[in-house]
């Protein structure tokens, strides 16, 4: 078997040699690694682009040519806040304008791989256009699902890599329903939440956070839809902690609005009570996301960091936005709930504690 270390992670059947399903054939489970990411320093290639120095952590056969944009080497910044420093990880500033751009360079040239010439995905927004444009790089045709109310920019920023716009009325739950739908046709569906391969991808900041800090962040604060990127995080500081023996991991915290705040939820216990909140809309339309896929993977990974979820309201967000801007930090609303939250929970958290900024305000209006 080429991929030996991806399994459906309920029923334990390997990810097949043919075809590209996203669940599993068997049971209809998730498909995930196995095991822990293995980062090795003296494996960084720094003659590959971007992230690719560390493809040694990516589970991708050696012979996988990298498909790039240069993402990834994005800046830690530091600023004051409440008389404490906090670093700043820039993520927007990826090439297609946020952090998605980590995972699809991965799963691009994994499907690439695999002789996939055309795939759907569905999207808020900064997925699919993340994808259209490695798909574009990689000469994959993409057809994209997005709610009807995503965001002009982001909109005109997909049909722009060449992609087929598919706009789905009604709630996010509806764009999922629909792209499915059109997987069952026999098409790839390159979704960033089934695809266990984005999240080895998103790893691959926390060891450009080490490299550029130095040491271990005490704490983390991401915000979380899927919660793609807090799982990758976490077992990308996981996989640090195995190798330089660190005392203590970060803490992981993640934000979400509260008005559609599931993995929060899950976290308190409060499932039922967010059943009804499911379709409200948000300023923060990135992590507008009612049914997250690996939610019980990001709830565990969240607990084993000492860390946790928290919501922070819709008139706290723009300020957040407006705050970041004054310090040079030009992001979208789904960005700014982390600073918003910031202010809620610097209290509990050690230093050094680091924000992630995952999308671009140019993508907003």
């Known amino acids: 078997m080429d991929y030996p270390g991806v399994f459906c992670s309920n029923c334990g059947e390997p990810y097949p040699n043919a075809n590209v399903p996203y669940r599993c054939s068997v049971c209809g489970g998730l498909y995930d690694f196995r095991g822990s990411l293995l980062f090795d320093p003296t494996k960084i290639d720094l003659s590959e682009p971007g992230i690719w120095r560390f493809r040694h952590t990516f589970g991708l056969s050696p012979d996988i ?82 709610p009807e109310s995503a965001s002009g920019p982001k909109r005109r920023q997909i049909e722009a890599y060449g992609a087929e716009l598919v706009p789905i009325p009604g709630s996010r739950s509806d764009v999922t329903k629909a792209v499915r739908k059109a997987a069952e046709s026999g098409t790839v569906y390159a979704s960033h939440a ?124 723009m300020p957040a936005r407006d705050a970041l801007a004054r310090l040079g930090c030009y992001v979208e609303p789904t960005s700014a709930i982390a600073w918003a939250a910031l202010t809620r929970v610097a209290d509990k958290l050690p230093d050094p504690i680091v924000v992630i900024l995952t999308g671009s305000g140019l993508k907003y209006g």
Not at 121 to 131: I, R, V
Not at 207 to 236: C, H, T
Not at 237 to 253: G, K, M, Q, R, S
């Open 194 to 317: 089934y695809n266990p391969y984005n999240l080895p991808g998103y790893a691959s900041a926390t060891y450009e956070i080490y490299e550029q800090s130095g040491k271990m962040p005490g704490a983390v604060i991401v915000p979380a839809g899927q919660g793609g990127y807090l799982l990758g995080l976490a077992r990308g500081f996981d996989a640090l902690h195995n190798i330089y023996n660190e005392n203590t991991l970060p803490l992981l915290v993640g934000v979400q609005a509260r008005v559609c705040a599931p993995l929060w939820a899950l976290w308190t216990g409060r499932n039922q009570e967010m059943d009804s909140a499911k379709k409200n809309e948000t300023l923060a339309e990135g992590v507008r996301i009612p049914d997250p896929v690996r939610g019980e993977a990001v709830r565990a990974a969240v607990k084993a960091s000492g860390g946790f979820m928290c919501v922070v309201d819709e008139n706290e967000i």
């Open 65 to 146: 040519a990298p498909v790039s944009l240069g993402e990834g080497d994005t800046p830690l910044i530091w600023v004051k806040a409440g008389g404490r420093e906090i670093a700043l990880k820039c993520d927007y500033l990826n090439p297609s304008g946020s952090f998605k751009d980590r995972g699809s360079a991965v799963i691009t040239a994994w499907l690439k791989s695999r002789g996939v010439t055309e795939v759907v995905e569905d999207s808020s927004g900064n997925a699919g256009a993340s994808l259209a444009a490695y798909a574009a790089r990689a000469g994959i045709r993409a057809r994209v699902f997005i």
